[in-house]
């Protein structure tokens, strides 16, 4: 089961073919799936899209920058909680999901970074 709390082999399309399009679709009642997706998911969607797609997607430009403010005020909640001991399982545990985090967004942004230096790479060689 995905995290957006859909078996993958139940997603299906309009055809009613499974659906690996990475488009978002509709459910049964209409709703999008993306609609109560976190940003984490979101992001993980995403990049999973990007590597799979043999040319390089649209920037989700709105999605990162909710991303890095969301990091941003976890970090200040870290810092906020250092002076308190007894805060210390909540502040690893918070440290671990910053971390966690970070590492998606960094592997998003180095994919599409990957495809603009390797498309960059082949234009080169057919302008000569």
Request: glycine residues 6%; proline residues 2%.
């Amino acid at each position: 089961m995905s995290d957006t709390g859909v078996n993958a082999v139940d997603a299906r399309d309009e055809s009613g073919h499974p659906s690996t399009s990475g488009v978002p679709f509709d459910t049964q009642d209409g709703a999008s799936l993306d609609s109560g997706c976190s940003d984490f998911q979101l992001l993980k969607r995403a990049l999973l899209n990007e590597r799979m797609a043999p040319e390089i997607l649209q920037y989700q430009e709105d999605l990162v920058e909710r991303i890095k403010l969301g990091l941003q005020r976890q970090e200040e909640e870290l810092v906020a909680m250092e002076s308190q001991k007894e805060m210390d399982l909540v502040r690893q545990v918070l440290s671990y999901e910053r971390d966690r985090v970070r590492y998606l967004l960094k592997s998003y942004l180095r994919a599409r970074l990957q495809k603009i230096q390797q498309y960059a790479g082949v234009q080169d060689v057919v302008v000569l």
